[in-house]
């Protein structure tokens, strides 16, 4: 058995290992490749900010495990195991990552190890821990149950997350009429203009890094970054599914949410035209909607902006989705999670994250 690097004469044997993992499976969808050919072939954006390491696992000639060991230099404190993908559970296996994980950490100066971190939360964080024989839904991981058992026997914390569920038949009204006469009258809610995306790219940069800075994982965006991860998606999304809330006329939050364009997608097809091309004609297919991402900056949490967002986007959605569902929550997020109890009809999935401190 032997690790390997990645370079230029394996790097393809890499890609389809990790296409591998995902095609051809009735539960999973295989949105993620784009982002991960562009942090392989070097054009990624993140690139820029982050060493990268490609690693797999070989056995007799094949692959059995991969992953991208990542340090982010905006989060330096932090070693990640990204993109972890193994066809079985082999252990030994799995301690020649963790091995050479400790080694590059002690190189860099850090003192944590990540599992299930991809570069950055917002493109993935956790790995699946309940419901496996559901269909993943997009922007969401989907795994073997055994991924939990490598971290877990390698001295790993976890961290638990959920996500929160909802019949939107069971909803009539979100707030009653005096709130919602008084959230309108203090806050606006807008749909973003792709006409000007490097604007509202920047926007949504500005907010997250205020909201988010205190947020595990969380470690501050470029807006060359976010403008990049729009434009990846701007032929699948609309301007009502990334709403700002303002407060004289200033962004103070947004809302990011989608429907799930996993349903138009069969098990053995990547992210891509012909899903941009379904969503096109017959987007009245998808029957739930997710809400990924909400953030308000500090001055303006707990005032009502959340709310205002809310309002605006079950205005959007009334009478187009039969299912909402929410992104992963931290599980000691108590406002968050109290949003997921106060409107949703239960809790959904289960998803874990993992980390290790490293003396």
């Known amino acids: 058995m032997e690790l390997k690097q990645v370079d230029d ?8 290992f990790y296409e591998n993992q995902y095609l051809n499976n009735p539960f999973k969808r295989n949105s993620m490749s784009g982002l991960l050919k562009g942090l392989l072939s070097g054009k990624s954006e993140l690139c820029k900010s982050a060493y990268l390491e490609p690693l797999m696992v070989m056995n007799d000639d ?83 149950p055994f991924y939990h058992d490598f971290f877990e026997k390698s001295g790993f914390k976890a961290i638990e997350m959920i996500s929160y569920k ?27 203009d792709f006409r000007n995306l490097k604007a509202e790219a920047h926007i ?25 991860l729009f434009k990846d998606f701007r032929f699948l999304l609309k301007p009502e ?45 998808i029957d739930t909607f997710k809400i990924v991402e909400m953030g308000v900056i500090p001055n303006e949490k707990g005032r009502g902006a959340i709310l205002a967002l809310f309002d605006h986007c079950f205005q959007c959605v009334k009478g187009r989705y039969d299912n909402f569902e929410s992104g992963w929550i931290l599980e000691n997020n108590t406002l968050s999670k109290s949003f997921g109890i106060k409107w949703a009809d239960s809790r959904h999935k289960r998803y874990k994250a993992y980390i290790k401190d490293v003396h």
């Open 9 to 16: 004469m394996n790097v393809k044997a890499f890609f389809k």
């Open 62 to 144: 094949r692959i059995i495990m991969i992953c991208i060991l990542a340090y982010a230099y905006r989060m330096p404190e932090l070693l990640q195991i990204g993109f972890f993908e193994a066809e079985k559970f082999d252990m030994e296996a799995f301690d020649l990552i963790i091995h050479r994980a400790e080694t590059l950490t002690k190189e860099k100066g850090a003192d944590k190890i990540s599992g299930s971190l991809n570069i950055h939360v917002n493109y993935g964080l956790g790995f699946l821990a309940s419901n496996y024989e559901e269909r993943q839904s997009f922007g969401m991981p989907h795994n073997p």
């Open 166 to 192: 909802k019949d939107m038949h069971s909803l009539e009204h979100l707030l009653n009429s005096g709130l919602q006469i008084r959230i309108r009258e203090k806050y606006t809610v807008r749909p973003a």
């Open 204 to 228: 949504y940069t500005q907010i997250n890094n205020e909201a988010f800075k205190e947020h595990l994982f969380y470690y501050p965006r470029k807006a060359e970054e976010d403008l990049e």
């Open 241 to 285: 599914n990334l709403l700002f809330v303002e407060k004289n006329g200033t962004p103070v939050g947004f809302m990011l949410w989608y429907p799930d364009f996993h349903q138009l997608m069969k098990p053995s097809e990547t992210l891509g035209l012909s899903t941009v091309i379904k969503n096109k004609f017959f987007s009245d297919k």
